[in-house]
Antibody, heavy 121, light 106 residues
Framework: EVQLLESGGGLVQPGGSLRLSCAASGFTFSSYSMSWVRQGPGKGLKWVSGFSGSGGGTYYADSVKGRFTISRDNSKNTLYLQMNSLRADDTAVYYC??????????????WGQGTLVTVSS | EIVLTQSPATLSLSPGERATLSCRASQSISSYLAWYQQKPGQAPRLLIYDASNRATGIPARFSGGGSGTDFILTISSLEPEDSAVYYCQQRSNWLTFGGGTKVEIK
């Protein structure tokens, strides 16, 4: 059974940093693309960042480029999102999502339960 | 950026009725479109990928169609548990989502 479990969310001041983690199980983690998708309060879904599988690259939405860094540790089956220079408009539930294949441009067949990030003073 | 426009914003129907949701892309995306269902407090669930392929475990009452710029999600006979927000997502050029259609069951 595929499982994705996010952690690391919380309250942070504007300009602060936070690191999200997503522990994966039930599939060959290294072979699949993984992404972070966020959802602001009462808003729709927005793709944030993706990491292609099988040794592929990293990709970012313009709104987070230069501030967020996605990484993965295939030995620990874990995806990360390092978020720096956080702003109020980064406030959202952040979901970890598994791609159906190895390329980052994909649909997402499994999602975590989400972790809430609140940026406020 | 490819913009996905979903309509209507809200759909209110009775159990057993047919629901038709639309997603229009700002440029051609071939068949690279997915549909998701999201219930309050839950993560999205993949319903349809590549325009017309049902994901694993999705009931047959959900079907998708279209190509190019115009896509449809059909729920053939609404069940009470289909009350949710439905999102489309394209993967032709980066990744974007539509704004969602809320389906209410009367």
């Amino acid at each position: 059974e595929v499982q994705l479990l996010e952690s690391g969310g919380g309250l942070v001041q504007p300009g602060g940093s936070l690191r999200l983690s997503c522990a994966a199980s039930g599939f060959t983690f290294s072979s699949y693309s993984m992404s972070w998708v966020r959802q602001g309060p009462g808003k729709g879904l927005k793709w944030v960042s993706g990491f292609s599988g099988s040794g592929g690259g990293t990709y970012y939405a313009d709104s987070v480029k230069g501030r967020f860094t996605i990484s993965r540790d295939n030995s620990k089956n874990t995806l990360y999102l390092q978020m720096n220079s956080l702003r109020a408009d980064d406030t959202a539930v952040y979901y970890c999502a598994k791609g159906r294949g190895s390329w980052f441009e994909d649909s997402f067949d499994y999602w975590g339960q989400g972790t809430l990030v609140t940026v406020s003073s | 950026e490819i913009v996905l426009t979903q309509s209507p914003a809200t759909l209110s129907l009775s159990p057993g009725e047919r629901a038709t949701l639309s997603c229009r892309a700002s440029q051609s995306i071939s068949s690279y479109l997915a549909w998701y269902q999201q219930k309050p407090g839950q993560a999205p669930r993949l319903l349809i990928y590549d325009a017309s392929n049902r994901a694993t475990g999705i009931p047959a009452r959900f079907s998708g169609g279209g190509s190019g710029t115009d896509f449809i999600l059909t729920i053939s006979s609404l069940e009470p548990e289909d009350s949710a927000v439905y999102y489309c997502q394209q993967r032709s050029n980066w990744l974007t989502f539509g704004g969602g259609t809320k389906v209410e069951i009367k």
